[in-house]
């Protein structure tokens, strides 16, 4: 219900405006990268506004989320590091409730001694 409500919500709307966007921005525009001759720039690119800031957008995307990838390393690791020590912990407790069971068991020679 929540993902309908979403898509419905969100995501219709969104792309409703982004394609409104593109449809309204057609023309094709200069995106210049040189500073120091703008009259005949060395690095410049034509292309439609729509797309450039599309682009622009998803690039920024991909950048904060490569920015948070890395800044959350610390805790990957620390997830890591805890999963094999819970592993370990988990390996030796299952060792010792085996021996404490083999421990308790009655021997069938000390049955026979008893009775």
Known sequence: MFRKFIWLFVILPAGVVV???AVANRHSVRLNLDPFTP???FLAID???FLLLIATLA???LLGGLATWLGQGKWRKSARRNAREAAALRNQNERLNE???AANRPRLGNREAAE
């Open 19 to 21: 394609v409104t966007f």
């Open 39 to 41: 009259e005949d720039p």
């Open 47 to 49: 292309a439609p506004l």
């Open 59 to 61: 690039a920024g995307v």
């Open 99 to 101: 021996q404490l069971l």
